[in-house]
């Protein structure tokens, strides 16, 4: 019999929630949706049209992808007011695309990667299937879920992965802790990367944050792309940009287009179409920016007063997290949603959250879907005197 990597879970079986959901034909009211596409959002008419240039029937392989593509990127940033040279832009197909060739560039098999919790799990599948040991260090529960900067050090990581702002807590890195962080890193010999796919959704006013792309003081890759900036995951394109001194960063730019040469997976055409779409779609990424802070204004009027639950507002991002009194177990209550309620919520276990009574909710639902769920979650807890 063939043996298959250990690098792969031993158990594949969907777990209880999935059974669940599989079980029914849809689920009216969705809090897990994360799919921009599927939320009554409104793009622009004829958004996709640059797909459909004749010049896309050229095929010119970069392994950094197009000049005029990463240009257009450069020019995304510099409109924010980040000045990034295109020279150290690198496209990838998809945000894990990208987490894959650094962990390529940076690590060796067996080598140890910090990791933030809690966290979206899909970082602990990439670096397990990249044959790495990842390692938890916990945000701060009681600091605004800030990195405890001095639990990194003597833990011989290559590289620290920072989610800024983190999914799903919304916080982002302060600046004080991300100076904290730099210097952690560079007493390590260890590289920093940042993932800022939420960055330009924040849900404050003025989130004491600074994105790390323009960063010198180490060795950075920022990660950004058209999947969260403009709400379009089907079109495939994300990026990496390379900080750090000179000499350094152009090894790295070096080494990466080494990798991205055996793979080539960028299409063509939507790097030829990506600065009208990075302009045009400007409208769609407003539209998710307004829907989130709308749905975190709603949820935030209707928990106030309620004595067992409590909304950990969100700095940035796409998400919520609710606590409550962990009188009932969070699988228990999440399938109870899910079948007796029709709602679809996350547990905070699935977040490895440090205790029980944790909930996830998505922020981009429509917002009658949105408030209908909430107050039915709300009624549940209620029943259950968990609120």
Same mark, same amino acid.
Request: glycine share 8%; net charge negative; aromatic share 8%.
């Given at each position: ?52 240039? *004749?010049?896309? %029937?050229?095929? =010119? @392989? &970069?392994? #950094?992808?197009?000049? !005029?593509?990463?240009? $257009? ?126 960055? *330009?959704?924040? %849900?404050?006013? =003025? @989130? &004491?944050? #600074?994105?790390?792309? !323009?960063?010198?003081? $180490? ?161 549940r807890l209620g029943a259950l005197g968990a609120g």
């Amino acid at each position: 019999m063939v043996r298959f990597s250990d690098r792969l879970p031993a158990d594949l079986a969907p777990n209880a929630l999935a059974r669940a959901r599989d079980g029914r034909s849809e689920v009216p009211f969705d809090l897990t949706v994360s799919n921009p596409t599927r939320c009554s959002l409104p793009y622009p008419v004829g958004l996709l049209e640059t797909l459909a240039r *004749d010049e896309g %029937l050229d095929y =010119r @392989p &970069d392994p #950094a992808g197009l000049p !005029e593509a990463r240009h $257009a990127v450069a020019a995304s940033y510099a409109r924010r007011g980040i000045e990034v040279d295109p020279r150290r832009v690198i496209l990838t197909a998809s945000t894990s695309e990208a987490y894959g060739f650094l962990f390529k560039l940076l690590c060796d098999p067996g080598d140890r990667l910090l990791i933030p919790t809690p966290s979206y799990p899909l970082l602990q599948h990439l670096a397990a299937l990249e044959g790495l040991r990842p390692l938890a260090y916990r945000l701060d529960a009681h600091g605004a879920w800030q990195p405890d900067v001095r639990s990194l050090d003597g833990a011989g990581a290559r590289a620290i992965v920072v989610v800024h702002p983190n999914n799903p807590t919304g916080s982002y890195v302060d600046r004080p802790v991300a100076a904290e962080l730099l210097e952690a890193c560079a007493r390590a010999g260890a590289a920093l990367i940042a993932d800022e796919v939420f960055f *330009d959704f924040p %849900l404050v006013d =003025r @989130p &004491d944050a #600074a994105s790390f792309a !323009e960063e010198q003081r $180490a060795l950075t890759f920022t990660l950004g792309g058209l999947s969260k900036q403009l709400g379009l995951p089907q079109l495939k394109l994300s990026w990496i940009v390379v900080g750090g001194g000179e000499a350094e960063a152009t090894r790295a730019v070096e080494r990466l287009c080494f990798i991205a040469d055996q793979y080539l997976s960028v299409a063509t055409p939507v790097q030829l179409a990506l600065e009208d779409l990075l302009l045009r779609g400007s409208s769609v990424h407003a539209a998710i920016h307004e829907r989130c802070r709308r749905n975190l204004d709603a949820l935030s009027r209707v928990v106030a007063g309620r004595g067992g639950v409590t909304l950990l507002r969100p700095a940035g991002g796409w998400s919520a997290v609710l606590r409550y009194p962990a009188v009932v177990d969070e699988e228990r209550l999440a399938l109870e949603l899910l079948v007796e309620d029709g709602v679809a919520v996350h547990p905070g276990y699935f977040f490895d959250f440090p205790a029980d009574g944790y909930l996830v909710v998505s922020l981009l639902p429509e917002g009658s879907v949105f408030d209908e769920g909430i107050a039915r979650l709300l009624r549940r807890l209620g029943a259950l005197g968990a609120g």
